[in-house]
């Protein structure tokens, strides 16, 4: 797994509550949870068996499966808006970082939660 999975996964919201120093921003940490955990099971029900009746096997494919969670990644940048998105940018300690640097690294996190909700859905640890 490379580095910047790795860190995706370490960036799931157990980690982000843990550098959390106020209460609003855990309360955003914990919105963002809850926004990712609602945007995998909207994909799963509405985006994945469009894209599996697409797929010639019926099965999502690796390119199928980043349409997946680009879908929830922007179902999830929807809920946090602009506003929110400078405020995790500030609790991960990239809110001075370059307009790219700093998206990225919001845009991991949030990959994180999606994937750490999408765990929890299925049940795996």
């Given at each position: 797994?490379?580095?910047a999975?790795?860190?995706a996964?370490?960036?799931g919201?157990?980690?982000?509550?843990a550098?959390?120093?106020?209460d609003e921003?855990?309360e955003?940490i914990?919105?963002?949870?809850?926004w990712a955990a609602?945007?995998?099971?909207?994909?799963?029900?509405v985006v994945v068996?469009?894209?599996?009746?697409d797929a010639?096997t019926?099965?999502?494919?690796?390119e199928?499966g980043?349409r997946?969670l680009?879908a929830?990644?922007?179902a999830?940048r929807a809920?946090?808006?602009?506003?929110?998105?400078?405020?995790?940018?500030?609790l991960?300690?990239?809110?001075?970082?370059t307009?790219p640097?700093?998206q990225?690294?919001?845009?991991?996190?949030l990959?994180?939660m999606?994937?750490?909700?999408?765990s929890?859905a299925?049940?795996?640890?």
């Open positions: 797994m490379c580095a999975a790795t860190w996964l370490l960036a919201a157990a980690w982000l509550r550098r959390a120093k106020t921003a855990r955003l914990d919105r963002c949870a809850t609602g945007a995998v099971v909207a994909v799963e029900r068996p469009s894209l599996q009746r010639a019926g099965k999502l494919t690796g199928s980043g997946a680009g929830a990644l922007e999830l809920q946090l808006g602009p506003a929110g998105e400078a405020q995790l940018a500030r991960l300690g990239v809110a001075s970082a307009g640097e700093r990225a690294a919001v845009e991991r996190a990959i994180g999606l994937e750490t909700a999408l929890e299925r049940g795996v640890e």
